[in-house]
């Protein structure tokens, strides 16, 4: 049974930072390339950054680009998220998975307010 859980998330001021983690199970990790994807209300999931399956390359959206950073450990199965210099408009709930094998997880919140 494949499993993604994201966590990390919360409250934090502008400026601020945070790390995302994504814990997988249930099928091989290592083979696949992850994205995270962030959904704030009233809007459409978008694509917010992806690595590939060594984790030799990635992609940012522009809106992020230069302030979050995407990574993974394939020995421990989790892919991250560290987001800096946070904005009020990063605040959404943000997702891990895969849009093509339909794995997902159940999203973590952050929210960016002072």
């Known amino acids: 049974q494949v499993q993604l859980v994201e966590s990390g998330g919360g409250l934090v001021q502008p400026g601020g930072s945070l790390r995302l983690s994504c814990a997988a199970a249930g099928f091989t990790f290592s083979s696949y390339v992850m994205t995270w994807y962030r959904q704030a209300p009233g809007k459409e999931r978008e694509l917010v950054a992806g690595?590939?399956?060594?984790?030799?390359?990635?992609s940012y959206a522009d809106s992020v680009k230069g302030r979050f950073t995407i990574s993974r450990d394939n020995a421990k199965k989790t892919l991250y998220l560290q987001m800096n210099s946070l904005k009020p408009e990063d605040t959404a709930v943000y997702y891990c998975?895969?849009?093509?094998?339909?794995?997902w997880g159940q999203g973590t919140q952050v929210t960016v307010s002072s």
């Open positions: 998975g895969n849009i093509v094998a339909g794995y």
């Open positions: 690595i590939t399956s060594g984790g030799g390359g990635t």
